[in-house]
């Protein structure tokens, strides 16, 4: 599977576009460049769905606005995008508007707008290459007013931007490379960024951290990786892996990596990373000391040993194969304790990651440990190896439990 991608034959150090103009329209470099681009820019994430066809669509996506399905992009003639010309598509793509209607932003053309006619005509030629499936899409499930779509006309006016709003300085080719990755194709910002009461990005806080389903987006500006220890080294690694010393992949970032940036190759990590960071990053923060009171860390020691050490450590060290490590772990050093109680309250998930690592899952303990002994683990936790005031408390525990039971 991580064999060497084809673009690793081109230069990619020069500038962004300049890799895809050489590209001949129907040749096998274009169907190439296609498949390459449909990874990085993850059409399957929403495409693509767990028991459908490829890119057949049906994949559900809950908002607060009702449900959106992606569509059937295969090429069927009826029910997919079969009749449309590569003009057609990149419209969709470029404006949010098809033959017949107008997109929800829930497809991100905010970001897809500033891919480029190339590399939409790339991936165009690429879908039209896939086997059509006659499934009709499934037309999305709205709230009222949310439902009438030609209100989108109206959203995308003061909406619909050009380009993004970047979190970090630079202007290295590898920096406009990774902002085109981050901002165009990999649309990082439609989670990591936070939305507006129209569901809109609020972009003057560029990837500053968003709250999402059950998991939430962290803050991913070069200040908010430098406090939890990122280093470019290490987001490569994890965009590669999904595994990194800070972590694992979980929540709605896994199949990103799954699906997405673990096909990246080797420039475009090394970019996606520089522009994450920056030319000039800030080094990455060591864990501070912290005091705190004695007993309720010890009681969280206790419940720690008792029941996640077996998994992940006595030193919290992790163990390889088997859990991620606690120390220095980018969810116990995030200032917002939400993540890193969801993980233990619900567990997260078996996961296969590239190459040959898979994890067993991580058991939800919802059931198990009452709000005041998780607040004591949390607090154990971030004042030893997370460098976080222990200040959480039993009722902010409760406040994320999906059921009321304890
Ligand atoms: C985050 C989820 C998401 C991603 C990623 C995504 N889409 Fe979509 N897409 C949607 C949704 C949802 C719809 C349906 C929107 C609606 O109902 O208005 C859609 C609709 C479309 C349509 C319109 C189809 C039709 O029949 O009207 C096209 C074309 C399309 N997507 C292409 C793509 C391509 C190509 C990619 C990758 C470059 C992609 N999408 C990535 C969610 C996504
Ligand atoms: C049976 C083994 C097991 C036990 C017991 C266990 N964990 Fe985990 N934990 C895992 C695995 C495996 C992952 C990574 C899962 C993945 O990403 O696929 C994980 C992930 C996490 C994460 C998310 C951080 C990251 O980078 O993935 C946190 C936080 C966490 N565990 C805390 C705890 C705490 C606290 C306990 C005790 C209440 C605990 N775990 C008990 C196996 C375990
Ligand atoms: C579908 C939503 C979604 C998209 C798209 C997405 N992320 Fe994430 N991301 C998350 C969530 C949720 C987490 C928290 C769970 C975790 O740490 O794995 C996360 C975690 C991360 C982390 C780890 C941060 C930390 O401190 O632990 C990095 C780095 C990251 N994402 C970068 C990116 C980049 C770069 C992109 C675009 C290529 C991207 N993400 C796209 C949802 C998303």
């Not at 050009?162 to 165009?184: E, H, I, K, M, T």
């Not at 030319?279 to 206790?302: C, F, H």
């Not at 567990?347 to 590239?354: D, L, T, V, Y």
């Amino acid at each position: 599977m991580l064999v060497a991608v084809l673009l690793a034959a081109c230069d990619s150090g020069s500038s962004p576009t300049a890799v895809q103009s050489t590209v001949k329209p129907g040749s096998a470099d274009q169907l190439a460049l296609g498949r390459y681009l449909t990874k990085a820019a993850d059409c399957a994430a929403c495409h693509t769905s767990a028991t459908g066809a490829a890119f057949a669509g049906g994949v559900e996506l809950a908002s607060p606005f009702g449900k959106f399905y992606g569509s059937n992009i295969t090429p069927d003639k009826e029910h997919g995008i079969g009749k449309w010309s590569a003009d057609q598509f990149y419209r969709a793509l470029h404006d949010g508007v098809t033959p017949d209607r107008h997109l929800y932003p829930a497809m991100p053309y905010t970001s897809y707008r500033s891919m480029t006619r190339a590399d939409s005509d790339a991936i165009y030629a690429y879908l039209m290459q896939q086997k059509p499936v006659a499934v009709p899409s499934k037309e999305a499930d709205l709230k009222f007013p949310y439902n009438m779509r030609f209100g989108m006309m109206f959203w995308n006016v003061p909406f619909l931007k050009n380009s993004l709003s970047d979190a970090s300085v630079g202007q290295s080719a590898s920096w406009q490379r990774g902002q085109y990755l981050s901002n165009a194709l990999g649309h990082c910002a439609e989670c990591h960024t936070p939305r507006g009461a129209f569901g809109q990005l609020d972009l003057s806080k560029p990837l500053g951290g968003a709250a999402l389903g059950r998991v939430a987006a962290p803050n991913i500006t070069p200040a908010g990786l430098a406090a939890v220890g990122w280093n470019a080294a290490d987001l490569q690694t994890f965009f590669a892996t999904g595994i990194a010393p800070q972590g694992s992949a979980y929540g709605e970032m896994f199949p990103v990596v799954h699906l997405s940036t673990q096909y990246l190759n080797k420039d475009d990590l090394a970019a996606l990373s520089t522009y994450l960071l920056g030319d000039k990053p800030l080094p990455p923060e060591p864990v501070k000391t912290i005091t705190a009171d004695t007993t309720e860390l010890d009681a969280g020691k206790r419940l720690y040993t008792a029941v996640c050490a077996g998994c992940h450590g006595f030193q919290g060290d992790g163990k390889p194969h088997v859990a991620v490590a606690m120390k220095g772990n980018s969810t116990v050093r995030n200032a917002d304790p939400h993540n890193l109680i969801v993980a233990m309250l619900d567990g997260i998930e078996a996961q296969k990651f590239p190459g040959t690592e898979s994890l067993q899952d991580m058991p939800g303990f919802a059931g198990q440990l009452s709000d005041k002994e998780l607040a004591q683990l949390s607090n154990f936790l971030r004042a030893t190896w997370g460098g976080q005031p222990a200040s959480i408390t039993p009722d902010q525990v409760k406040a994320l439990r999906l059921t009321t039971a304890h």
